[in-house]
């Protein structure tokens, strides 16, 4: 089954791409969440962390080193910014491809509501 996110990374579905290499897809959420909110996803279908294999290491870790990048390209690395997987329902994963968030560009708060 294709996800949403496969169809963005093979340009089937138009989104604001702010970066994209042979690992991974980095496109702007379409809900924002903060004034930075951008998902990052590896270009392969890897439907939650669970699946991730000892294959997958090099695009887990293109996932951390892509936020560092947009975080600094987006202005948000000095003053701070959350990164953010859910894994499945109960994490709140809503499309089950791999994703990372990035968030910032204001204060985010506490992690989760008291």
Avoid at 47 to 68: C, Q
Avoid at 87 to 101: A, S
């Amino acid at each position: 089954m294709t996800t949403i996110f496969s169809k963005i990374v093979q340009g089937e579905i138009p989104a604001e791409i702010v970066y994209q290499d042979e690992w991974v897809t980095a496109f702007r959420d379409i809900h924002p969440q903060a004034p930075v909110h951008i998902l990052i996803v590896p270009n392969i279908e890897i439907p939650t962390v669970n699946d991730l294999t000892e294959e997958d290491v090099i695009v887990a870790g293109r996932l951390l080193w892509t936020a560092k990048l947009l975080a600094k390209q987006e202005g948000i690395a000095a003053d701070g910014y959350r990164l953010m997987i859910n894994c499945n329902r109960h994490g709140g994963q809503e499309v089950f491809h791999l994703h990372l968030h990035l968030l910032g560009g204001r204060p985010l708060g506490p992690m989760l509501a008291r």
